[in-house]
């Protein structure tokens, strides 16, 4: 027994471990969110690799590059690993970072926990992608797996991707409750949840978002193994099952998804807008309540994404007016940001740039999003290229901008330099245009009718594709820039102060620069 | 909410050999089903590898935080944390018996009805004339295909009527398993009393009455696959009576092993006060969760 507080004791006394075990037994929620951040990043070249090899194959119509087949499986495993191996674990990382110092706790409530919910999660994906070069290729069947196609017609290596799921969804589950009691159980004396730094109350949110749908995303998955392998009918209807229950059971879990990789967002933007416009946000509690309100709704819109299917048309209808009433929340919070920086004294720094490039293109997103909802429209949009940049016009320049402007916010916080503001803002301006010219030309050639997930297209969609095509390389080649001005931030750089920005407020800019391995082991005061 | 010496527990192997065990795990588990029928594949073995690491690792770690309790680690604050993490794990685990249960009312109430023709949807299932003659009913005895891949099943598990109540195994599940949800109750009374003599007793009989009823269980199954001729293979009404009772059977062992823990450490390590027992009520109220959903299921699957 005395051993087990021999060592507790000897605990505070020490920094970091040394070598390699540091990062492999530790339990400390900086060097956990560190972990979490650089796999994120290692996923985000991985699938912006993928990513280029589909651009690469859509330069011109025909066939030049590769083999439909292998067509197939890398638009799968982009979406796969860009969503859970590149923006949910990033979100994740920046929750152990930050969350603790925020609220004043020692570390995240459940640390041994939180340090098996990340490294199962390169297992999950060493699995998923070593499927590539299983017996018949990696899953092909698109991310969202529909039924049959990830059933009756699905390559061998379905049952790995299935399993890798289930490791994905244990991670996230795991992840979610250690924010959410953290949240709850670990703030210092006086913070109470209205005076809660916004990252936080979005973190909340989300990780109430994840526990409620992630199990749901197992159930289908299992589903699936049965189906394929145990002769159940649950997506058959020669069985009395239906292919469409796939979609429902999918979209319940995939919508709240959606909004698991905005709202964390949505906290990011906020603090880094109101610390560059000097100002405090023009309504903290309207924002709470706008997020309370997307997550509640998020639950009763799946079917927005399956309008084509068949559905009654009573269904059809519920689910355009619940997904527009979405506009609302949304909107509060739009308005706020632009009402926070209205007569502030801004300055235009790498993450306030970052920043107000969301506000803007994010909103470009939400009224695409905004026209798919339209029922009858949507039987138009359905499936084209027009919702391929709806959703990347949300997920890049919504999501990824949001962490690239939250990298550069807290990095002097996390080692200590300033980053070389002159290659932030190379960096910014460089992706800022490969996204647009990227993603813009889709919505024309999606209007025009061009189907999504095809290797080949009609002639008429050529000139527009090639636009994207050089645009999606000139934002993948600027990612490398932003790899080497975080490693340069590591090695040196100048000093940064414990306050870093002028207009920075919340506990985690009371500490040290770099921020010391253990903070806040005794509560700070909050008033 | 005083957070003075929260616990932060040193540097841990534990998280990474777990990672580990169950990376063989679903390794193993993958390859194995990819290679069902295959006399030669050994897959099976990484398998057992995953499950024999991952219940040591389990049990060092659970050993290790039972230790650090009992050395008076734990602030109420850090037994908060549990408290917390216990109660949106469950929530988590209703929310993947929700996906089940979805898929059940879906299919009972939308895609069954569709493909007999019912509705403005079924208009057109029944336009397509695949299925002639397929009829829409609940329990879904007839499959609408009725190809060689389907072993149609002879009898349904649902409610046979008052004549026959008594020799119907789920009305003695139900019997059975809400019965030990007031003993484990009683059992907590016991403990909270200080009396550690009726804890045991009553945690003891509760133990046994979870093995009862998955022993019940194992009947019932058997007199399905060998009487009923109601398999996996029966179409959506084996399905998801399959899967949605096989599920929580197997919660049912979950909880029952945690009980059974319980017990053990109370007999033989004489744990648990009467004021600090978080380990066993979380096992509790996992049994609680667990009785709740047979509750849904004898409801939903059994009864209507």
Redesign the interface.
């Known amino acids: 027994m005395s051993a087990v507080i021999e060592n507790h004791h000897d605990d505070h006394h020490h920094g970091p471990a040394k070598g390699l075990t540091r990062w492999l037994y530790t339990t400390n929620h900086k060097d956990i969110g560190t972990l979490y951040l650089w796999f994120s990043f290692a996923m985000f070249l991985i699938g912006g690799a993928m990513a280029m090899v589909i651009r690469a194959e859509l330069f011109q119509p025909g066939m030049q590059i590769v083999e439909p087949e292998f067509y197939n499986q890398m638009i799968t495993l982009h979406g796969l690993i860009m969503i859970f191996g590149g923006v949910m674990p990033a979100f994740v990382g920046l929750a152990n970072w930050l969350v603790p110092m925020m609220i004043g706790a020692p570390d995240m409530a459940l640390p041994r926990m939180n340090n098996l919910s990340f490294w199962i999660l390169p297992f999950a994906f060493f699995i998923l992608l070593s499927s590539l070069f299983m017996e018949g290729g990696a899953p092909n069947f698109g991310w969202t797996f529909y039924a049959p196609l990830s059933t009756t017609y699905a390559p061998p290596s379905v049952t790995f991707f299935i399993f890798s799921v289930h490791i994905m969804g244990a991670s996230s589950i795991m992840g979610a409750i250690n924010v959410v009691v953290t949240i709850m159980n670990m703030r210092a004396p006086g913070v109470t949840l209205m005076k809660m730094p916004l990252f936080v109350w979005s973190w909340l949110i989300t990780a109430y978002l994840l526990i409620a749908v992630m199990p749901v995303l197992a159930g289908a998955v299992t589903m699936m193994l049965m189906d394929i392998h145990f002769g159940t009918s649950f997506f058959n209807a020669a069985g009395g099952g239906d292919p469409v229950l796939f979609q429902h059971i999918f979209w319940f879990f995939g919508h709240p998804e959606v909004y698991i990789m905005i709202l964390p967002a949505f906290g990011i933007v906020s603090h880094i807008i109101e610390t560059f416009s000097r100002k405090q946000l023009f309504g903290y509690s309207s924002m709470v309540w706008a997020m309370l309100s997307i997550a509640i709704l998020s639950f009763v819109v799946w079917a927005h994404h399956m309008f084509t299917v068949g559905l009654p048309l009573a269904a059809e209808l519920f689910f355009m007016w619940a997904t527009m009433l979405i506009a609302v929340p949304t909107g509060v919070k739009v308005f706020n940001w632009i009402a926070t920086m209205f007569k502030g004294s801004i300055t235009f720094e790498t993450p306030m740039l970052f920043a107000i490039a969301f506000v803007v293109l994010f909103t470009m997103g939400g009224f695409s999003g905004l026209m798919l909802a339209i029922t009858p429209a949507d039987f138009q949009y359905h499936d084209t290229y027009f919702v391929v940049a709806h959703f990347h016009y949300v997920l890049v320049p919504g999501a990824i901008f949001s962490i690239m402007a939250a990298v550069y916010y807290w990095i002097p916080k996390w080692c200590g330099n300033m980053y070389d503001e002159r290659l932030g803002k190379l960096h910014f301006w460089l992706s800022f245009i490969g996204v647009n010219v990227t993603f813009f030309p889709q919505h024309f050639i999606g209007l025009a009718g061009m189907p999504r997930r095809y290797p080949d297209y009609a002639l008429q969609f050529a000139d527009w594709n090639m636009v994207s095509t050089v645009g999606a390389f000139l934002f993948g080649v600027s990612q490398i820039l932003f790899l080497f001005i975080v490693v340069k931030t590591v090695m040196g750089g100048k000093k940064a102060t414990d306050q870093v920005w002028e207009g920075a407020r919340g506990l985690e800019w009371t500490v040290a620069s770099p921020a010391p391995y253990h903070t806040f082991t005794t509560p700070p005061k909050v008033d | 909410?005083?957070?003075?010496n929260?616990?932060?527990?040193?540097?841990?192997?534990?998280?990474?050999f777990?990672?580990?065990s169950?990376?063989l795990l679903?390794?193993g588990?993958?390859s194995t089903?990819?290679s069902?029928g295959d006399a030669d594949s050994n897959s099976v073995y990484i398998l057992y590898a995953g499950f024999a690491s991952l219940f040591t690792t389990l049990f060092f770690?659970f050993r290790q935080v039972i230790?650090?309790h009992?050395?008076?680690?734990d602030s109420n604050?850090l037994k908060?944390?549990y408290v917390?993490?216990m109660a949106?794990?469950i929530?988590?685990?209703v929310?993947?018996f929700?996906?089940?249960f979805?898929?059940l009312f879906?299919?009972r109430n939308?895609?069954?009805p569709?493909?007999g023709g019912e509705?403005?949807?079924g208009v057109?299932v029944a336009a397509l004339d695949l299925?002639d003659g397929f009829e829409s009913a609940w329990p879904?005895i007839t499959?609408?295909?009725k190809?060689a891949?389907?072993v149609l099943a002879e009898k349904s598990m649902a409610w046979p009527g008052w004549g026959h109540a008594l020799e119907w195994l789920p009305l003695w599940n139900t019997i059975v398993l809400l019965s030990s949800s007031v003993t484990v109750h009683f059992a907590h009374v016991g403990l909270k009393n200080g009396n550690r003599k009726k804890f045991n007793r009553f945690l003891g009989i509760t133990v046994g009455l979870a093995l009862i009823f998955v022993g019940l269980q194992a009947a019932e199954y058997y007199e399905a696959y060998a009487h009923y001729g109601l398999?996996?293979?029966s179409?959506?009404?084996?399905?998801?009576f399959?899967?949605l009772t096989g599920f929580h059977g197997f919660h049912v062992m979950m909880g029952g092993i945690m009980l059974a823990v319980m017990l053990a450490r109370s007999v033989f390590a004489g744990h648990f006060e009467d004021h600090d027992h978080f380990g066993f009520e979380a096992a509790s109220w996992y049994w609680h969760f667990v009785d709740v959903v047979w509750v849904m299921l004898f409801l939903f699957v059994y009864i209507l």
């Open positions: 909410m005083s957070t003075q929260y616990y932060v527990p040193d540097q841990s192997r534990f998280p990474i777990m990672a580990f169950l990376f679903v390794m588990a993958s089903i990819n069902l770690w230790k650090e009992l050395a008076g680690l604050q908060t944390s917390y993490g949106w794990f929530f988590s685990e929310m993947f929700a996906a089940f979805g898929a879906y299919v939308f895609a069954v569709w493909l509705g403005e949807n057109g299925w879904l499959t609408p295909d190809g891949e389907y398999t996996l293979n179409g959506i009404y084996g399905s998801t399959f899967m």
